[in-house]
């Protein structure tokens, strides 16, 4: 892939931690950039303290590396956590997006900004990328948000919109959908699971793929990345379950009224992905193929 200077934004989320995993599949250098010291395993590779909200640094670190390519991963995306601290929903996922949006013109940098599944209402899917976001929640609404300043970026950028992200977590960084399954089964008590909440489950591998496929084409507007599979996290457990041979049993099919929850969740958001297939050759793989290979970590 293309020998240019990457800067990519949420080094210690799941998706930095792919990008940096499988960072020998981008030919050019990759700035990482993250707040406070690396957390990244050891080894070779350009890191720096960044905070996204805070200007003066951006602009240091872009003058420093002159990116030819932003990608911009990191956010507050917790949903619980945005609706009880909207101001600093605000501050991290908009006011810090246009701060690197700004950074970025100056160097004519294109840009990748990583969207979510919930600036959609979950009431009409499957959705495609000319589908209208209607967003039952704040994390939902500052994403959208955020969006329309990218669309209005001069030099070129993509929105990547991915649903429910899952794979191998370092250790002490937040957990996913299959760390918590594994985990909740092995406890072998009773515990209640959604089963009425569907989504096109992504392995970050294969986002992190076509983040890379899209950086190198320069390929703009927006793109739907997501797994080939529609799951509710009921059905999840079950194949963690099945794979691992554990009881099943324990986990309680309910739907998401049984719990309290500060953010409304949109209850089915499967993604349409034939544009990437047909434009991007996109090929994700199965749930129970990335399944497997992040229990067997790989």
Not at 6 to 23: D, N, P, S, W
Not at 48 to 61: A, L, S, W, Y
Not at 94 to 104: C, E, F, H, I, M
């Amino acid at each position: 892939m293309s020998g240019k200077t990457l800067l990519i934004t949420g080094a210690h989320g799941l998706v930095g931690q792919y990008i940096f995993k499988l960072r020998a599949q981008w030919s050019g250098r990759i700035i990482f950039t993250g707040r406070g010291e690396s957390r990244l395993p050891v080894g070779e590779y350009i890191y720096e303290e960044m905070d996204i909200t805070n200007q003066q640094r951006i602009h240091d670190v872009f003058a420093k590396y002159s990116p030819d390519i932003v990608i911009h991963t990191a956010a507050m995306a917790q949903a619980d956590e945005c609706e009880e601290q909207k101001e600093k929903a605000l501050l991290n996922n908009v006011t810090a997006s246009t701060y690197l949006l700004n950074a970025a013109e100056a160097f004519q940098a294109f840009f990748i900004f990583l969207s979510t599944d919930f600036i959609f209402s979950g009431e009409d899917g499957p959705y495609d990328e000319n589908a209208i976001p209607n967003p039952v929640n704040f994390y939902g609404q500052t994403k959208w948000m955020a969006e329309k300043y990218v669309k209005s970026y001069p030099f070129g950028s993509a929105i990547v919109r991915t649903v429910l992200i899952y794979g191998n977590v370092l250790s002490g960084t937040r957990s996913n959908i299959i760390s918590w399954a594994r985990s909740a089964l092995e406890k072998a008590i009773p515990f209640k699971v959604v089963s009425d909440q569907i989504r096109a489950t992504t392995y970050a591998a294969d986002l992190v793929w076509a983040l890379f496929t899209i950086a190198d084409k320069k390929s703009e507007g927006v793109w739907n990345i997501a797994g080939k599979n529609n799951l509710s996290p009921y059905d999840i457990v079950q194949h963690v379950a099945a794979y691992l041979d554990l009881d099943a049993s324990k986990a309680e099919k309910v739907d998401a009224s049984t719990f309290t929850q500060v953010a409304r969740r949109p209850l089915k958001t499967p993604f349409i992905i034939e544009k990437a297939r047909r434009e991007l050759n996109y090929d994700p793989h199965s749930f129970d193929e990335a399944m497997r290979k992040v229990l067997n970590g790989d």
